[in-house]
Each structure stands twice: as structure tokens, then as C-alpha cells.
């Protein structure tokens, strides 16, 4: 669709269909958060509505979304990591390692990622 609106801040190609969402990309560039989580003891403000909405999640535990694969049970807080589940299904693995001569690919990046370590060495973790 068309996107008429263009941020004028410095460096940012955010682009609206309308005024409103213009407006909403605003508090991304000042720092401004007025969405302010109503947990008792939580002290998390959002810059946009919806990112404060996709935090109280983890407050509520709601996991809307659902995987539609046959017996699959898996629900996700996000839409993102939904999309993360599939590859767990369809056998796709996107993520390759970039070491010379290793072939290992994995079906997300985090595991990527853990593989990685393989060949640094790196032990993030303390005991």
C-alpha cells in the first residue's frame, strides 16, 4: 500500500499510510514513553501502545498466537516468535554456520548461535 507520510527525523525511512501511525513513530526518535504498564511494582513505559500491550503479556502469560501444524500444540506471546516455530515443522534450517568447512545449519539463530561457541571456545555462562 501507499505510504504517503515520511518521518523527517534524521536517518529514519519510517514511511505511514496514514497520520496517525506517522504519529506514533514520534516517540521512537525523542524518547518520550507515555504507555505505562499498570502492574502493581512494574515500572515499564513503551514509546507506542501496541509494544506495551506485547509486554503485558509477560505479566499475564496470554500466548495468542497459535501454530496451525497438526498436533502441534505451541502458542507464542508474539507473532515473531511464532514464525520462529515453523522451521521446527517444515525441516527448513536458514541459519549456516560461517566456520570454514563446517556444514551445521539450524532452524533458528539462537541455536546458530550456541553452535558458534563450539568453535570459539566462548563460555558466556558462569557455574
Not at 498436533?71 to 554456520?97: D, M, Q, V
Not at 539450524?106 to 541455536?111: K, L
Amino acid at each position: 500500500g501507499e505510504r504517503p507520510y515520511a518521518c523527517d527525523a534524521p536517518g529514519c525511512e519510517y514511511r505511514a499510510a496514514t497520520a496517525i501511525n506517522l504519529k506514533s513513530n514520534r516517540p521512537t526518535h525523542t524518547g518520550e514513553r507515555p504507555f505505562a504498564c499498570d502492574e502493581p511494582e512494574c515500572e515499564y513505559r513503551a514509546a507506542q501502545a501496541g509494544t506495551l500491550e506485547k509486554h503485558k503479556r509477560t505479566h499475564s502469560g496470554e500466548r495468542p498466537y497459535a501454530c496451525d501444524a497438526p498436533g502441534c500444540e505451541y502458542r507464542a506471546a508474539t507473532a515473531i516468535n511464532l514464525k520462529s516455530n515453523r522451521p521446527t515443522h517444515t525441516g527448513e534450517r536458514p541459519f549456516a554456520c560461517d566456520e570454514p568447512e563446517c556444514e551445521y545449519r539450524a532452524a533458528q539463530a539462537g541455536t546458530l548461535e550456541k553452535h558458534k561457541r563450539t568453535h570459539s571456545g566462548e563460555r558466556p555462562y558462569a557455574c
